[in-house]
Every structure is written in structure tokens, then in C-alpha cells.
Nanobody, 123 residues
Framework: QLQLEESGGGWVQPGGSLRLACATFGFTSEAYAIGWFRQAPGKERKGVSCISSSDDSIYYTDSAKGRFTISRDIAKKVVYLQMNGLEVEDTAVYYC????????????????WGQGTQVTVSS
């Protein structure tokens, strides 16, 4: 059974940092990309960053560039999203998802998805 589980969310003041983790379970190979997405209440889900299995393809949205860093620990089967300089606009539920075609960018992310972890940035 393919499963993803996010962790590391919480509350921080503007300018603070959080490190999100996406643990993967049940994959028989590492030939898949992982994407991070976020969704604020009442708004559509947006992509944040993604990383391919070979680490030779990494993508950040404009809002994430310079502040967020995505990395992948193949041995531990975990993908991280280090978020620095957090802003109020970053408040959202953050999800990770797998693209089984191993495309980043351009993945379809048909599944699986994690349950999400809440990130709240406020003063």
C-alpha cells in the first residue's frame, strides 16, 4: 500500500522557520517525484516545490524561491521542505504527493497524497 505522511507543521511568527517532512511507505522503487503543495482556507491548492528521484530536477514556485529548500533522503524514504523567512501568506495546510512518472516539474500527482500538516504564520 502506497502511503505518504506529512509532519513538522505548527505555529510560528513571521520570519520564523519550519521543517516539514514527507515520509513514504510501501513504494517498491524510488522512481517517483515528490511534490509539496499547500491550500489555504477557501482557496485552491497550489504547488510549492518538487523533487525528482534522481535529485537532478528540483522546482520552486516564485514565492518559495530563496526561502524554501527541498531535499530527499533516499535511504530514509523521506522528503523534506525547509521553510525559512515564513510569511503570513504561507499559512496553509501543506501536503506532499507522489508523481509515479517521476516528473518535476510537470507531474500529474494522481496519487497518493498525504493527509496534510497545518502551517500557521501569525504575530
Amino acid at each position: 500500500q502506497l502511503q505518504l505522511e506529512e509532519s513538522g507543521g505548527g505555529w510560528v511568527q513571521p520570519g520564523g522557520s519550519l521543517r516539514l517532512a514527507c515520509a513514504t511507505f510501501g513504494f517498491t522503487s524510488e522512481a517517483y517525484a515528490i511534490g509539496w503543495f499547500r491550500q489555504a482556507p477557501g482557496k485552491e491548492r497550489k504547488g510549492v516545490s518538487c523533487i525528482s528521484s534522481s535529485d537532478d530536477s528540483i522546482y520552486y514556485t516564485d514565492s518559495a524561491k530563496g526561502r524554501f529548500t527541498i531535499s530527499r533522503d533516499i535511504a530514509k524514504k523521506v522528503v523534506y521542505l525547509q521553510m525559512n523567512g515564513l510569511e503570513v501568506e504561507d499559512t496553509a495546510v501543506y501536503y506532499c504527493a507522489a508523481d509515479l512518472t517521476d516528473r518535476c516539474p510537470g507531474g500529474t500527482y494522481g496519487g497518493p497524497w498525504g493527509q496534510g500538516t497545518q502551517v500557521t504564520v501569525s504575530s
